[in-house]
């Protein structure tokens, strides 16, 4: 099934006023009438479910110009803007209270109270207002292209043979493709490449003892810092980064010591004085790749593009980090934390802001310009890519938390730390709260696009045009792959102590 966004707004508006509150501990979970929601945004919040306009129905007709767009009213009707250190808008406080969430579908089997939960997962439905995703052919080809590259590195060494076999059953070129169509072959095969380097990454890091992840961690960041520093080694912006970065490295004892060993001071005088070349500098095998991707990336690309990228690459190196260590101390992470982190450390964000290679390679054929800083780092730019960022770390964190739960890894997913902040009966109630924060983030989403667009002039329309298309593509090509791929189907996809379980690819409804 398909829905315009005007149609999939218009539900989320329906799911807001309709109903009435009832307390948690009665098992029966509505929202309550727009009228009794409370105040509006504070700034404590990082996450808000519905906004007052979405409530009030501020979406209007469908835009004939644009089957996804939705026409807003001006600025002054839409209520408060959005804080761009959070870009998410919060829980509520009434939603803390457990006066939250209409009729749950898992009322159906209430009877498994909470007690049972640990064995209580069934992944609920998710339905989205665009396109089925369909897998672009070079997917397959690029396949074995990322495969034989990672190979030639020594990753596949690194990882040991039953990962990387793992690794290549996962096909993480079939992301790539179910996500973008109208891109060049090079470009592709980049996106492919470097997905398949950060998965790989991914999955070194969820094995083996800590110490050495530690160890390898504190290496592959500050080699990231370095690689993405080195044409650009006095950029103030991402000094402060890398500073920030070595505080956090100070913190623990492990990291510390790793970190004084490593000699990227002394490769950034060699930067700044051209004394030798970033190809002169030892690398692991995962951060001569990324050189190698790196130095491909920045080829032709503006000064101000280039350094949007190494900014996002440094956030994720940072986030992850900051992750990592909370694991080590066992720190519970709160909800608000779990949002902020996760936006980081998803990987996400640089493939959207890839769409500024997209748009150098599409200027030899049509007029497009790229976005300014002013408009990238606007506002509501910054508002889109959250959102969007956010749409597909939770729904990775609901589509994997049964391989997460079997792992004994899920207690940093935003479902298990949802379960436990808002005292859900299950699991499954938590993955179906988070199902409804993150479709409110994809209208959240929508709404950032329209204002973009708006204030921008007609000039910047192709660029903006061509990232939303990017953000929209990202969730049902993730979504298409989260229940194909066998890196996320599990041979018992929903845990119940019931008894009942059924087949990942069966319980959700395909558009």
Known sequence: MELSVGAYCNSRVFYCTSGLTSACNEKSFTLRNASAM???LNSDSTVLSIRSEFREGRFLR?????????????SSEIGPSLNSDFTVFGIRSDFREGRFL???ESDLYANDIRRSSENDFRVPDFQHPYPKARLNPLAAQCHDISNDWI???GIDKELGPSMWQSCMAAKFSKLIGYIYDDIEHKDFLWLCKILTLFFAFDSKMDDGELADRIDFSCDVILDMNLIILWNDPDNERLLEGLKSILDTLMETEASRKRAQLHT???DLVHARNKSKTLLDVNFGAFMSGFRELWLDYIEDLPVECISRQAEIFQQYTGGFFSEQIARMKGTNISLSD???????TGGVMPFLVFSDRMIEHKRRKSPISHLPDSLFYGEDMQNMLAACTDIIGWHNDIFGFQKELLNNDHKNTLVYIVF??????SYTQAGELVLELLQDRIVEMELAYERLRSAATPEFHPAIDLFIKTCRDWIPGT?????????YVVSNSSFSDTGKSKKLEHIIKRQ
């Open 38 to 40: 409370g105040p509006s």
């Open 62 to 74: 469908q835009s004939k110009s644009d089957p996804y767009r939705t026409d807003i009213r001006s």
């Open 102 to 104: 209409r009729q749950s």
């Open 151 to 153: 190979v030639s590195l």
């Open 264 to 266: 990227i001071h002394a």
């Open 338 to 344: 779990c949002i902020r982190v996760r936006r980081l």
């Open 420 to 425: 436990h902040e808002y005292n859900c009966q």
């Open 479 to 487: 979504h298409e792959y989260h229940i194909t791929s066998s890196r």
